[in-house]
């Protein structure tokens, strides 16, 4: 129920979590590296644009989509509902339906559509620079890596009558990412990989009844993030580990938050990847020494944490990498409450930062106008 509350409530201060040992998962199969992925990596990557359509302008069809969201919007804050159902059993979180909906949500538009408490902090493009350039001159670079909302992968799902024609269900997200790349940051944009594995051979890259994305997706984001740090951390020592994909049952979180007198939402099957070391079979732990350093929210949690085990962020990509990142993750919010752990994990240890050469900043992207806490500057250290 913690993480329910975590939604709920989603921007509290929150405890970090790290995560722990877990013991070895059963009934697998084994399964090789996806070969094919740096081609359809690169493929996604170079597609990003087209994904994101014309910049300066929203189609009709988007406007129609975004239009309607902010219907469904509507009538779930009126009835205080924190799910809306879709089609064929998918059920989407209201906060997520929302964020799509409002439009453009920074600079002089944010204290309009932000569900910050202050309305300085309305505002995530500050914040996040002044993250960056504190980074920066530690000689830390940042992966800004937010989880793209269910319904701007799964549009089809929330609205199956309204046809997008192939364009971007998130036209403002999009054109919000470009300001990053003013200022120079690299923002890891999930979408175009996520979008042409829509539907892959491990099911969706989302799940259906729950808030996060399926261990299918947390596998491509795991894979997304070797391909930006590759020539960065090349000389890194490397481990072996084994790798192996399950069938897993779990209760999503959105079928606990629907209203009671909704129908019952049977268990969710998914498609996990288990990782561990290949000699003793051991769970992954973070390395407080690793140069890569992973941050967050709940997604960088699940399936190690909570929903699974030896399955989660930090076990792909140890998996991918060959070598254990760091991780600060937390139940709560992603987005001003992880910076303050990191900030205190700093403080505690005066050489922390000058161990990390990369920091991948990951939450949901509903986090830029939903964050009642809102984006305030945080330092990194002393």
Not at 183 to 194: K, T
Not at 269 to 291: C, F, H, L, Y
């Amino acid at each position: 129920m913690r993480i329910l509350a975590g939604i709920r409530r989603s921007l509290e201060p929150t405890r970090p979590r790290v995560a722990g040992n877990f013991g070895p998962g059963a009934g697998r199969l084994q399964v090789p590296r996806n070969s094919g992925f740096c081609l359809t990596l690169f493929s996604c990557l170079a597609l990003s644009r087209a994904f994101a359509g014309d910049s300066g302008s929203v189609s009709e069809s988007q406007k129609k989509f975004i239009g309607e969201l902010a219907a469904k919007s509507r009538s779930a804050q009126s009835e205080n509902a924190a799910v809306i159902p879709g089609v064929d059993g998918w059920l989407f979180l209201s906060s997520d339906i929302r964020f799509l909906s409002v439009g453009q949500f920074w600079g002089a538009d944010a204290a309009k559509v932000s569900r910050a408490h202050k309305p300085e902090s309305a505002d995530p493009i500050p914040a996040i620079v002044d993250f960056h350039d504190q980074l920066k001159k530690r000689g830390v670079e940042l992966l800004l890596m937010p989880v793209p909302p269910k319904a701007a992968i799964y549009p089809e799902k929330i609205l199956p009558d309204v046809d997008l024609h192939g364009e971007t269900a998130a036209p403002y997200l999009a054109r919000f990412y470009d300001e990053f790349r003013k200022h120079e940051i690299d923002v890891v944009d999930l979408a175009p990989v996520f979008l042409q594995n829509h539907a892959g051979e491990h099911g969706p890259v989302f799940c259906k009844t729950d808030t996060h994305w399926s261990g299918f997706g947390c596998v491509l984001a795991a894979q997304t993030i070797k391909e930006k740090i590759r020539e960065k951390l090349a000389g890194q020592p490397r481990k072996d580990y084994a790798a192996e994909w399950k069938e897993t049952t779990i209760k999503g979180d959105l079928g606990d938050l629907a209203r009671p007198a909704a129908k019952k939402i049977e268990p969710e099957k998914i498609v996990i990847r288990t990782v561990s070391d290949k000699e003793t079979g051991a769970a992954i732990n973070p390395d407080p020494n690793s140069p890569l350093l992973i941050i967050g929210d709940s997604h960088t949690l699940v399936f190690h944490d909570f929903l699974g085990e030896k399955s989660g962020l930090l076990d792909q990509v140890a998996y991918e990498t060959g070598f254990a990142p760091d991780l600060i993750g937390t139940r709560g919010s992603g987005a001003t409450s992880v910076r303050v752990s990191l900030y205190r994990r700093a403080r505690k240890d005066s050489g922390y930062l000058a161990k990390k050469k990369v920091i991948v900043w990951c939450f949901a992207a509903r986090e830029f106008t939903e964050s009642d806490q809102g984006w305030d500057k945080v330092p990194v250290g002393q």
